[in-house]
């Protein structure tokens, strides 16, 4: 049996081509995005694992017709799919959104507090927060101050590190918290990763609109690079779309 919300080389291959199909025939993208990466093993990148990721990043790249990226309710993004269908592969075209209770970043939790949050910086943490241990450390610097019996050290040693340990579990939990907070929708909106957060119960009402707005924008800048000339870039067009929009607007207000 296979990993779930993984990319396989197979699987990969297919997202690749219908990305390919899909932009030939002018169809719009809905991506429902809810992976954690690409599988890694050493079979897989015999089978092409990289090549397909690569393709799918190159038909991004180069898809012509207005595209979505959803993480829908409770899905997640994450690993080498965050890179593949982010926005800034295609920012012309692409448009990302997330649910409430989605998440994304590219290392989950446990990973990132392997690097951000070791067990030297969490036991630094216990002894400024911790006043049991506060007060241990205490006792066992003014032990070492005053030429304190080394059996009485080597007593307050290992009470420290017996409840250094028992305070692990407990810290790890925080720190794993900590780092889920920064993978949160309304996080990833802040930062600019996605537009918006789209509760799920709206999300039919919105991408409908915005797909009727997107496409009629689309219609309306090939129109204006096919009289202005293809130097005139899709961006520019669509510039150029919302200043007469907004001109029309204050005539008739």
Known sequence: PRAGQVWFPDSATKTAQALLDFNREGLPLFILANWRGFSGGQRDLFEGILQAGSTIVENLRTYN?????????????????????????????????AERTAKGNVLEPQGLIEIKFRSEELQDCMGRLDPELVNLKAKLQGAKLGNGNPSDIESLQKSIEARTKQLMPLYTQIAIRFAELHDTSLRMAAKGVIRKVVDWDESRSFFYKRLRRRISEDVLAKEIRRVAGEHFTHQSAIELIK???????????
């Open 65 to 97: 017709q207005p595209a979505f990226v959803y993480i829908p309710m409770a899905g997640e993004l994450r690993g080498g799919a965050w890179v593949v269908v982010g926005s800034k592969i295609n920012p012309d075209r692409i448009e990302c959104y």
């Open 243 to 253: 200043k007469w929009y907004l001109a029309s607007q204050a005539e008739t207000g």
